[in-house]
């Protein structure tokens, strides 16, 4: 096997873990009872997922100049998706659309009592 094929498996390999990642944030999205968990697995399964799919990505186009692209895709996610997640569940928090009763600690109660 030369290195070239070992590099399209290695490829093959981390898309399909990543699209897997990525479809069971789907299935997550769907499934899960309440806000919280729904944003939480809309964030860190597909984060990851779309970190396997860019690598995978990158190891197929290895010599090409377009990787920075690849690279400048995910750091915009990764910065931007659980700000986004997190400003959505405290919104969601002072609005009261979450479920309190599948909570099992709540640090943030405690604070805005303090602040009230």
């Not at 981390?14 to 806000?35: H, I, Y």
């Not at 400003?87 to 009261?96: E, L, N, S």
């Amino acid at each position: 096997m030369t290195a070239a094929q070992l590099l399209d498996w290695t490829a093959v390999v981390l898309l399909l873990l990543g699209a897997l990642l990525s479809f069971a944030a789907g299935v997550g999205l769907v499934r899960f009872p309440d806000l919280l968990s729904r944003m939480h697995t809309a964030a860190k399964p597909q984060i990851m997922g779309l970190v396997l799919i860019l690598v995978g990505i990158g190891l197929r186009l290895f010599p090409d100049p377009r990787i920075g692209v690849l690279a400048l895709v995910l750091v915009f996610q990764i910065l931007t998706v659980p700000i986004a997640s997190h400003i959505a569940g405290r919104v969601a928090y002072r609005t009261g659309r979450i479920r309190r009763d599948l909570i099992g600690v709540d640090e943030l109660e405690e604070q805005m009592d303090r602040r009230s």
